[in-house]
């Protein structure tokens, strides 16, 4: 019989991450090829993806001054950009058999896991991020620690490995537990700050157009919630209660999609209201720079820099 490619390993329970190709291909040879399609549809999404963070990657990390926020974009950039080349090689292994063996394939597994769970982490805490500065803006301005950012994302990055690393030690019930307790939580916080800062956006809009950096949270969130959550939410109840909600290869496209259309997000949010090509350096950081435009609408007091140079 012929063997389709294996799924993908993204979950955060990885013990779900080597599925016998049989099991997705084995309906008919119909089901066959659309998995085949959705297959190779997702790494060329991958490989655009991988692109598009690649080059917020590069103008974030050596062209454009930090801030407190784009601390928070270049890491999520980097998840995003990990996850979808890991992704990338575990599909090529599909259609290589030995191409790694069973060890690297694991390896392999366990750290898109991780780069997932980073990813989600890294979106909880924008998304936070945002919502603080929209609530307290004068302690964002004058109190707020420099290196908050960067202390943040090195802690989500620990917690991501530590989650992936204590998986080999933990009980199944113990690691359901916690993994579901760690993405209840992160999705409450994402919807509450994301549902704040769309409260604002609907107040501002009255006065004034909002600031792009507001639009840009909301569409990555909201983009997440289409098309990254199905994949935790899958990870989470297929593990425990063997439950499959959605076809296997379909969650792998929305993961891909997930992960590669923040770029596109950064630059369209950037091009609002902005006709003419430009370099896209302006354009990110348009996008990304609406600090002074923030701090004006929300407090009279005026701009005070808390730049940050560290990762």
Not at 34 to 43: D, K, R, T, Y
Not at 75 to 92: E, V
Not at 228 to 248: A, Q, R
Not at 253 to 270: D, E, K
Request: glycine residues 4%.
């Amino acid at each position: 019989m012929e063997r389709g490619p294996p799924n993908m390993t993204v979950s955060p329970t990885p013990e779900h991450r080597v599925h016998d190709s049989e099991n997705s291909t084995k309906s008919s040879s119909g089901s066959l090829n659309f998995a085949a399609w959705l297959n190779i549809l997702s790494l060329l999404i991958a490989l655009l993806g991988l692109v598009g963070n690649c080059a917020v990657l590069w103008l974030l990390g050596f062209r454009i001054r930090r801030t407190p926020f784009t601390v928070y974009i270049l890491n999520l950039a980097a998840a995003d950009a990990l996850l979808l080349c890991f992704y990338f090689l575990i599909s090529i292994n599909s259609y290589f058999r030995y191409f790694f063996d069973h060890l690297t394939r694991d390896i392999l597994s366990f750290l898109t896991s991780m780069y997932y769970t980073a990813g989600l982490s890294l979106l909880a805490a924008i998304s936070t991020e945002r919502c603080l500065s929209t609530l307290f803006p004068i302690w964002y301005r004058c109190h707020r620690p420099k290196h908050t950012s960067a202390a943040v994302c090195a802690v989500l990055w620990a917690l991501a490995g530590m989650f992936t690393i204590t998986y080999i030690f933990l009980s199944h019930e113990i690691r359901f537990i916690i993994y579901a307790g760690y993405f209840l939580l992160l999705m409450c916080v994402m919807c509450v700050s994301s549902l704040t800062l769309l409260l604002r956006v609907q107040c501002s809009s009255r006065r004034r157009q909002p600031p792009r950096l507001y639009l840009l949270v909301l569409l990555t969130v909201l983009v997440f919630l289409l098309c990254g959550l199905p994949w935790g939410i899958w990870s989470t109840l297929s593990s425990h209660f063997h439950v499959d909600l959605m076809h296997f290869h379909l969650l792998q496209l929305l993961v891909c999609v997930n992960s590669s259309v923040n770029p596109l997000i950064y630059f369209f949010v950037g091009r609002l209201g902005n006709k003419g090509r430009q370099p896209l350096k302006v354009v990110l950081q348009r996008a990304l720079g609406d600090e002074q435009e923030l701090g004006d609408e929300t407090t009279n007091t005026p701009h005070i820099s808390s730049q940050e140079t560290s990762f």
